[in-house]
């Protein structure tokens, strides 16, 4: 039993690249989460989806889009990269169980 | 839209002294939950507090939710060195349903000192 898995762990994109962050979890939650952490900004909700085949906005959606590709696995795609998306990333499901996170830097 | 802010930002104490970290929101709070993230790490959910005068122990940890449900506290006793870490509070507001989404607060950075 794995909980939540993000992957990649670490990723450089340059300005204007795109980029997929996988996320998977295998407890058969019904809810998965997108979150960026910034420093001094806590956690800030990017999407979520209630339950497979729905997405909804969180608070801060722009620059980004998601697929909740079946019950286990919710992506985030970042389509044109930019230096303000410099953040880590949490995935997380059933709100509570988060992922180790992937740290992405953008030049 | 719902906002919670934290307080304070960063604490330092000495091993052996007492912390709290208090949280507000400007609505009202279906339920608050407590996270600690270590350096470098993912947040880990400590508690979940629903009922309007809450309190919650766990060990040296005691959380509180107010009697309006808007605000929160944590209060580690006696810290140790294994408590260093950032703790975030989270609040859902609007019938917290089970896919409800948190707002966090901004987190109260601990450092414990031996």
């Known amino acids: 039993n794995a909980g939540v898995t993000q992957t990649p762990k670490f990723q450089v994109l340059k300005t204007g690249q795109s980029m997929t962050l996988q996320c998977a979890q295998d407890m058969n939650h019904n809810s998965m989460y997108w979150y960026r952490q910034d420093p001094g900004m806590g956690l800030r909700l990017i999407y979520y989806s209630a339950s497979e085949g729905t997405t909804d906005k969180g608070e801060v959606p722009n620059g980004y889009n998601v697929s909740r590709l079946n019950k286990r696995e919710f992506s985030l795609r970042l389509e044109s990269a930019a230096p303000s998306q410099t953040s880590v990333y949490f995935c997380?499901?059933?709100?509570?169980?988060f992922g180790p996170g992937t740290r992405l830097t953008v030049t | 839209g719902q906002q919670v802010m934290q307080i304070p930002q960063y604490q330092h104490v000495q091993e052996g002294e007492d912390f709290t970290t208090y949280c507000n929101s400007s609505?009202?709070?279906?339920?608050i939950q407590w996270y600690k993230q270590r350096p470098g790490g993912h947040p880990v959910f400590l508690i979940q507090l629903v009922k309007s005068g809450e309190v919650k122990k766990q060990k040296r940890l005691t959380f509180q939710f107010g009697e309006a449900k808007k605000n929160s506290s944590l209060h580690i006793t006696a810290t140790q060195t294994t408590d260093v870490g950032t703790y975030f509070c989270?609040?859902?507001?609007?019938?917290?349903?089970?896919?409800?989404?948190?707002?966090f607060g901004q987190g109260t950075i601990l450092t414990v000192h031996p």
């Open positions: 997380a499901s059933a709100r509570q169980y």
């Open positions: 609505t009202t709070l279906s339920n």
């Open positions: 989270a609040g859902v507001s609007g019938g917290g349903t089970s896919y409800g989404k948190l707002t």
